[in-house]
Each structure stands twice: as C-alpha cells, then as structure tokens.
C-alpha cells in the first residue's frame, strides 16, 4: 500500500506463478487496496531449466569426450570415463562391468567404492550377466535402468557388504550392435536415482563405448605387432629383443641363463598329410 507497483514470483504446490500488484486508489488517489494478477510461468520455467539443464549436458559431454579420446590406452580410457561421468550424472559410487565371451561381468574399473570398504570385493567380483535380474532385463531391453529404492524393488539381488546402496542407475554399453559391458552408479540415497538420469546415463555410455572400442583395437592392434596370433607367443623380433634385455640382465646380475630351443618334428609332413588346420591344432598344443 506504499503506492508502487509491485513484481513478485511465487511457488504454490509444483505450479510457478509471476504475481504483479497495482495499488487501488480512491477519487483522492489514496491507496486503499490492491488489485492482483496471477500468470501461471510453471512451463516457461521448466522449458527454460530443460534448456539450461540440456546446455550443460551438451558442454559437458564435449569436454568429456575430447578427454576420452586424448588416449589410446585401455585402462586410461576406463579411468578417464569413471573420472568424467560424475559431470554428467551425480552419484556415491561408479563402475564399468564388461562382459566376456562367457557372458561373464568383470568389474574392469570402479570409483567411489574405497570409502566404503568394498573396493577389492568390487575388484574380484566376476558375476554371470544373468544371475541378476536388472542386468538381465538391462540385456533384454538394451535400455538403461534407475531403480529409486533397492527395498522396494522385489527382484533386486542384494549383496550384503553392499547393502548400503539404496538406489542405483545401469546403462548398457553398445558397441556394433553388442552389448559389450555396462555403466552401473549407486546412491546411499533412497529415491535418488530418477529415469532422466537414466538417459542422461545412456547418452554417456554410447560416447563411452566408441571410445572403449577404439582403445580395445588399439591394444589388439598393438599385441599383434608382437605377438603371434596363432599361438599367443611372441614373435621372433620380440623374441630376440626379450632375449637380448635377459642377456644383459643376467650379465649385469652374474646370473646363469638358460635357452630351450623346442621343434616338431617332420611337420611339414603333419601338414600335408593331415592339412594345415590340424598343423595349427599341433602348433597351439
């Protein structure tokens, strides 16, 4: 009732409003009441957090995937993606689960885990993809997963050293069409993991698996220029190189040293009588 207009913005329920106040005035222009009028901004509001919200995934994401792909390395990429993923998703603690040929899940890298006191159980654990029911479903439906309470959730396998993860998101990590691994976050927070988290967490996690393929073919590439891909033995040239560096070992360490040359006998004969697949087969044995 000072006489000024007035601008407010107020919270009633979920709903958000811009309230404006114009003072009422008699014939002598006092004021002696005030006259408001209510706009419902609710889905401006939300439009614009979306945006704001949807910017910042987006730059985050770019530096995030420039960092990733700054190494080849294999375990530098993992650690590079646990490192990055927290800009993207809030959680307590993080993990990369790849699975082998086996359909085996292999804790390949964790954070988060050590104050807990469940980083080595984190690091030893190689569970069957489908022992675990959002796994599986995960498998199935090659979408992600938020599960807002563990208690809540009748078909949630709990672990008892980590029953202190009250909510957790999982995303599938595809590469070529393959589930290769998966990004799983846990919270200590029940209700804390929500489905937006969940898409965010699978806008990540298919950055995160070109990059992963591209550091698993550099390493394949890298084992092949050393290695033989036949018998999983090194090469004559690394060969000679390793035994040149136990050469020098040895003498520096007035250390004897030991060389065993083995051969096949008549193999070329093995070859032509019984071809070479089953020559390869005497070669791996």
Known sequence: ?????????????????DLRYFPLRDADEKAVGIIGVANDVT??????????????????????????????????VLTLILNNLARVVPHDAANIALIDEHGILHIRESRGYKERG?????????????????????????????????????????????????????????????????LNLDSATPGFFKSEHAE?????????????????LFERTQQLAIMDELTGLY?????????????????????????????IDQFKHINDTYGHPVGDRILQA
């Open 200 to 216: 965010r967490l699978q806008t990540f996690s298919n950055y995160a698996a070109v990059a992963i393929e591209k550091a698993r």
């Open 118 to 182: 469940v980083a080595e159980l984190i690091a030893s654990l190689s569970l069957p993809l489908n022992h675990f029911p959002t796994w599986r479903k995960i498998a199935e439906t090659r979408a992600p997963i938020a599960i807002s309470d563990t208690r809540l959730t009748p078909d949630w396998v709990e672990i008892p050293e980590m029953s202190w993860v009250r909510s957790t998101a999982a995303a599938p990590i595809i590469s070529q069409g393959k589930i290769i691994g998966l």
């Open 1 to 17: 009732l000072d006489g000024e207009d007035s601008t407010w913005s107020v919270m009633v329920a979920d709903r958000s409003f």
């Open 235 to 263: 090469h004559r040239r690394q060969i000679l190189h390793l035994a040149k560096s136990e050469y020098e070992r040895a003498r520096r360490y007035h250390r004897t040293l030991s060389v065993i040359m083995i051969d």
């Open 43 to 76: 889905e401006r509001i939300r439009a614009e957090v979306a945006e704001r919200e949807q910017r910042i995934l987006a730059e985050t994401l770019r530096d995030t995937i420039a960092a990733i792909n700054s190494t080849l390395n294999f375990n530098e």
